[in-house]
């Protein structure tokens, strides 16, 4: 029975790393959303703050004359001796798509052994990547709106809005 109890408690409780992929131009398309790149990856740092079981991958299409694939590691965390990148600004190749590098990056991660231990959001609201993100089941966890991710999300992710934990701020403040 302590077995069982146990078991149930890892599985339930685990906090498996999560990966958000963020379709840039459809989320710079929206009302309330900066409408520049560089803004955006700017607002998405301070993520690094946040849970060392949390990495953002922030993708763009391809803009004209763009060779080859430039990904930019906008900041690291040091997590138990190894460094792992937590913002990642993926600016794709002329041609290619967003919705396709999503959707291969979902497929690497089902194919490789520890895809149990992580979990993707994807934040878009093309309806045809959302279809096909969403067969991914044992890696996908959902998808997010564009307008929800940054308006709700954001400020969790970055830790502007409180984690709602009722304990004073200042331990010796209380009476």
Known sequence: ???????????????????WFIDGNNLMGHKGTPRDRDTIANKLKP???????????????????????????????????????????VSLAEGMSTDDYILQQLEELKAAEDSKSSSVQVVTADRALRRQVLQAKPVIRGVVNPVVFWKRYRPRLTGMKSDYKNEPKDPEATP
Do not use: C, H, Y
């Open 1 to 19: 029975m302590k077995f069982l109890s146990s078991f149930v408690s890892s599985f339930l409780f685990a906090s498996p790393r999560t990966t």
């Open 47 to 89: 993520i690094q703050e946040a849970s060392a079981d949390l990495s953002v991958v922030l993708v763009w299409d391809g803009r004209t004359g763009q060779d080859a694939v430039a990904i930019e590691k906008m900041n690291d965390a040091v997590t138990s001796g190894k460094t792992s990148s937590l913002l990642q600004v």
